[in-house]
C-alpha cells in the first residue's frame, strides 16, 4: 500500500514537499519512483530511487529543483519540489516497482 501526502496549491517559484508513505512489504521494494500525469496525457517519469544503494535518477525537465529521498526508519519516500513551474502542476502518483501505485497528490502551481 502506498498514500500519498503533500500536495497543494504553490504559486511559481514556490516549494512544496510529497510524501508517501509504505507498507513495510512494499517499502522492501528495489526500486521507488514518483511520477506525474496532467489529463489527457500519459503518466511521466520524474524521479526515481534504488532502495539498495541510494542511487537517484531525474527526468530532465526537473534536474536541479526537484529531490528524492526516502526514511527507511519510517518507510517513507519523499520528492522535494523547489522552483515550481506552471508546468509542474500535474497529479503526482507514487510507486513501488512490483507493487503498484498510489492514489495520487494534487500540485497545482500558478
Known amino acids: 500500500q502506498l498514500v500519498e501526502s503533500g500536495g497543494g496549491s504553490v504559486q511559481a517559484g514556490g516549494s512544496l514537499r510529497l510524501s508517501c508513505a509504505a507498507s513495510?512489504?512494499?517499502?522492501?521494494?528495489?526500486?521507488m519512483g514518483w511520477f506525474r500525469q496532467v489529463p489527457g496525457k500519459s503518466r511521466d517519469g520524474v524521479a526515481a530511487?534504488?532502495?539498495?544503494?541510494?542511487?537517484?535518477y531525474y527526468a530532465d525537465s526537473v534536474k536541479g529543483r526537484f529531490t528524492v529521498s526516502r526514511d527507511n526508519a519510517k518507510n517513507t519516500l519523499y520528492l522535494q519540489l523547489n522552483s515550481l513551474r506552471t508546468e509542474d502542476a500535474a497529479m503526482y502518483y507514487c510507486a513501488a516497482l512490483g507493487y503498484g501505485w498510489g492514489q495520487g497528490t494534487q500540485v497545482t502551481v500558478s
Open positions: 513495510g512489504y512494499t517499502y522492501s521494494t528495489t526500486c
Open positions: 530511487i534504488y532502495m539498495t544503494d541510494g542511487h537517484t
